[in-house]
């Protein structure tokens, strides 16, 4: 079965940081691309950051780009997301996600707020 | 970026009864490749969305046959054919052709 298991999510100020992770087991981790997307409360889904099976190919969606990084370590089947720079409006639960929407995470909340 | 609309964006339905909701794209969804991609979510209230289609038509596994995409371009449509209590929510449109992917606005589905 697949699972996606997020963490790391929380309260910070604005133009503070935070790293989110996402444990991936049930399927071939180091062949499948990879996406973090974000759902505001009360709003639809925004994709956010999508990487390839080997980590040469990263695109963002370019209201975080420069501030967001999308990364994983295919040792450990771990996909990551670095924060900086954060903004109110970035508050949103965010998921990590196999492929293009294929199976989602249960998310986990950050709130940018001071 | 390739802007989705849905209509309706809400949608009160009588169980045992036929629904559909169409979602139109800002530009042709065919890709390079020759394949359209156009996904249909689900998400129920406090859970994460769930992939019901993908490629317009392609149901995913475990997904009941009262679900069926259907569609070409610019035009979408997912019918359910007889509406169960489980199938309350939230539909999503979401095309993977161009990047950034979008979504649709979202259509309620609940029942009368």
């Known amino acids: 079965e697949v699972q996606l298991v997020e963490s790391g999510g929380g309260l910070v100020q604005p133009g503070g940081s935070l790293r989110l992770s996402c444990a991936a087991s049930g399927f071939t981790f180091n062949n499948s691309w990879m996406t973090w997307a974000r759902q505001a409360p009360g709003k639809g889904p925004e994709w956010v950051a999508i990487?390839?099976?080997?980590?040469?190919?990263?695109t963002y969606v370019d209201s975080v780009k420069g501030r967001f990084t999308i990364s994983r370590d295919n040792a450990k089947n771990s996909l990551s997301l670095q924060m900086d720079s954060l903004r109110a409006e970035d508050t949103a639960i965010y998921y990590c996600?196999?492929?293009?929407?294929?199976?989602w995470g249960q998310g986990t909340l950050v709130t940018v707020s001071a | 970026d390739v802007v989705m609309t849905q209509s309706p964006l809400s949608l009160p339905v009588t169980l045992g009864q036929p629904a559909s909701i169409s979602c139109r794209s800002g530009q042709s969804l065919v890709h390079s490749d020759g394949n359209t991609y156009l996904i249909w979510f689900h998400q129920r209230p406090g859970q994460s969305p769930r992939r019901l289609i993908s490629q317009v038509s392609n149901r995913e596994s475990g997904v009941p046959d009262r679900f069926s995409g259907s569609g070409s371009g610019t035009d979408f449509t997912l019918k359910i054919s007889r509406v169960e209590a489980e199938d309350v929510g939230v539909y999503y449109c979401m095309q993977d052709t161009h990047w950034p992917f979008t979504f649709g606005p979202g259509t309620k589905v609940d029942i009368k």
């Open positions: 996600i196999l492929g293009t929407g294929m199976v």
């Open positions: 990487i390839k099976g080997d980590g040469s190919a990263k």
